[in-house]
């Protein structure tokens, strides 16, 4: 069975499926869906000469909702029982002469356009994407993301300035933060000992944030700091400089960032070699709220670089 027909199966299992207990129908989980175990791949059905193997199966599951893939075991024998439908329904097709139609004659050229479209822009991405212009994306993000001081702080938030001021006299005393932000604190981090974790400048409300990163790990506020939130006393615990991510760590985004600029750089080209109109306005010489349909029933546009 061809990959199409296979993707064709699961859209019409779907539909099958989600009438009402038709995935119920199938109550019996098997004791393997795959068979006795003997064959990591078995034939699963023969229909008219025609093998149907386990993974044809599998892989016409993976195009359903997840609802339905979590219950596999359960659907197997309908969603079988589907893709013999849908091999007799393409045997009997082929053997009319349906190809000789012209509404087949229009959908193939259609498919005809967009393969060629998705292989022709594949094969130019691929040759675009280089080690250079990979690197050239890294260089640019290095820029664009230096090295950042980050803190590591704890806080007692309270409504109360006075309370506020309290504290920060028991610290001075040697008073344990921890143990003060569990009793009094106010915030979802007073059960944490009032830890804030690591943090870089602007990631936290002013004058928090200016007033945490004017100490030294180790120190205490002199005074509460005022926010939208209340009152902080606030200590920073740790410091560290935070680098930037490595080639290795950043090579998928790099790499879906430069086809991006390859689809780009190809359209620009296209069209600068083009002769383009277009005619927006006149939309409105139409009606305005058009029958879209319900949604895409596949064969739908996608934009260039866009999977």
């Keep these: 069975m061809s990959p199409l027909r296979t993707r064709l199966t699961a859209l ?12 119920a129908a199938q109550d019996s989980d098997n004791d393997s869906a795959a068979g006795d175990g003997q064959d990591a791949n078995p034939v699963v059905a023969i229909v008219n000469g ?12 993976k195009q359903l909702p997840p609802q ?23 045997a009997a ?30 094969q130019k991405i691929d040759a675009y994407i280089t080690e250079e212009r990979l690197q050239a994306a890294y260089e640019e993000y290095k820029q664009n993301n230096p090295p950042q001081q980050q803190i590591k702080a704890s806080h007692i938030l ?10 920060i006299k028991q610290l001075d005393e040697g ?15 007073g059960k944490q000992g009032g830890d804030l974790g690591f943090f870089g400048k602007g ?19 002199d005074a509460p700091v005022k926010t939208q939130f209340g009152w902080h006393v606030i200590k920073v615990t740790d410091k560290r400089t935070k680098d930037p991510k490595s080639f290795e760590e950043m090579q998928d985004q790099l790499r879906q960032q430069v086809r991006q600029q390859a689809v780009q750089s190809l359209l620009s080209d296209l069209r600068e070699d083009a002769e383009v109109e277009t005619f927006p306005e006149r939309r409105k010489q139409v ?9 895409a029933q596949g064969g739908g546009a996608v934009m260039p670089g866009a999977q």
């Excluded at 019409?12 to 995935?23: D, K, Q, S, T, V």
């Excluded at 097709?93 to 594949?122: G, I, K, Y």
């Excluded at 944030?209 to 506020?221: I, N, P, Q, T, Y």
């Design 158 to 167: 309270v409504e109360d300035k006075a309370l506020a001021e309290k504290l």
């Design 93 to 122: 097709a082929l053997d009319s002469d349906v190809e000789q139609t012209e509404a087949f004659q229009e959908r193939m050229a259609d498919v005809r356009e967009q393969v060629a479209r998705e292989v022709w822009l594949n």
């Design 287 to 295: 009606e305005d709220k058009p029958e879209l349909g319900g949604g």
């Design 175 to 189: 008073a344990d933060f921890a143990e003060l932000a569990a009793e009094h604190s106010t915030g979802p981090s």
């Design 12 to 23: 019409a299992c779907a539909a099958a499926l989600a009438l009402p207990g038709m995935a």
């Design 68 to 90: 339905y893939q979590q219950q596999f075991a359960r659907i197997f024998p309908a969603l079988l029982d589907r893709m013999v439908d849908m091999e007799l329904l393409g």
């Design 203 to 221: 990631e936290m409300v002013e004058p928090f944030s200016e007033a945490a990163f004017a100490l030294d790990s180790g120190e205490v506020v």
């Design 50 to 61: 025609e093998e149907i193997h386990y993974d044809q199966v599998v892989e016409s599951a």
